[in-house]
């Protein structure tokens, strides 16, 4: 039976967190063990850790304030992060970085919360959980002058061009795979650069609610994604690396485990 990490789900959102109990259970059964939530804001963060305290089996989670939500950065943010993150079950800071797609918040607030949180990581110590989307050159220019300060980073849900993923690889990054790789159209690029990514740096993760896996037979009428559904990404992934599904399930969650310290 194989055994699994969700890197990246999104429990807090209301679609998934008033079934959680369920969606956990389902986690469980198809060989997913252990989640790790994505915090998203500070009250979602907050959330993030009372699912933790009811799930300590199954969930560990991070804190952070997503490049969408940075403009709502005050000066209560960054104490509050830095109480949160001391708590044994928080693994990583972020979600940050940086999202140019629909600047949700103006580009100026969504560098300086990316700042904070990378000095934050530096000084805890801590990985970082990364985010970046159309703002691939910033954001490397923004991470090389932490980078040699960070432990390790993961730019998570890396739906990027083969530049960047190899921008990502010369700076020692941990690259999150999603289920974008199993779209029959939108993951053909993904999945020919999977090929590229050492089994040492590769993550599996759902970033569930969103991103339901495209090659599910049958698609679920809600169409949501969710952590049970990670094993379709793991399948879809060992097929283009030309791997079994059993080795990139060791390697995946190997390197899973040493990023978070599970
Ligand atoms: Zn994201």
Not at 96 to 122: H, I, K, W
Not at 207 to 213: E, F, I, S, V
Not at 248 to 255: G, P
Request: with cysteine.
């Amino acid at each position: 039976m194989i055994e699994l990490i969700d890197i990246g789900v999104n429990l807090t959102n209301k679609s998934l967190l008033e079934d959680a109990d369920a969606v956990i259970q389902r986690a469980e059964k198809a060989g997913v063990k252990q989640m790790v939530v994505t915090g998203t804001s500070i009250a979602e963060s907050r959330q993030a850790i009372g699912l933790c305290d009811r799930f300590p089996q199954q969930l560990v989670s991070t804190c952070g304030i997503h490049p969408h939500h940075a403009s709502e950065w005050d000066a209560s943010s960054l104490p509050d992060l830095k109480a949160m993150a001391q708590l044994q079950c928080v693994r990583a800071i972020g979600e940050t970085g940086l999202d140019f797609n629909r600047n949700y918040s103006p580009p100026s607030a969504q560098e300086f919360a990316f700042e904070q949180q990378m000095e934050l990581a530096v000084s805890l110590k801590m990985p970082l959980f990364c985010h970046q989307r159309d703002a691939h050159r910033r954001f490397v220019e923004m991470l090389s002058e932490y980078r040699d300060d960070i432990s390790r980073l993961v730019v998570h849900c890396f739906t990027d061009s083969r530049e960047a993923l190899i921008d990502y690889l010369d700076l020692d990054c941990y690259i999150g795979i999603t289920g974008w790789i199993c779209d029959e159209r939108r993951g053909l690029d993904l999945q020919q650069l999977v090929k590229l990514i050492p089994a040492d740096r590769l993550l599996l993760e759902t970033d569930a609610p969103y991103l339901l896996p495209r090659n599910i037979e049958p698609k679920p009428s809600s169409r949501i994604n969710e952590p049970a559904y990670l094993p379709h990404i793991l399948e879809t992934v060992a097929l283009h690396q030309g791997k079994s599904v059993e080795l990139l399930a060791t390697q995946s969650l190997h390197a899973s485990r040493s990023f978070f310290s599970l």
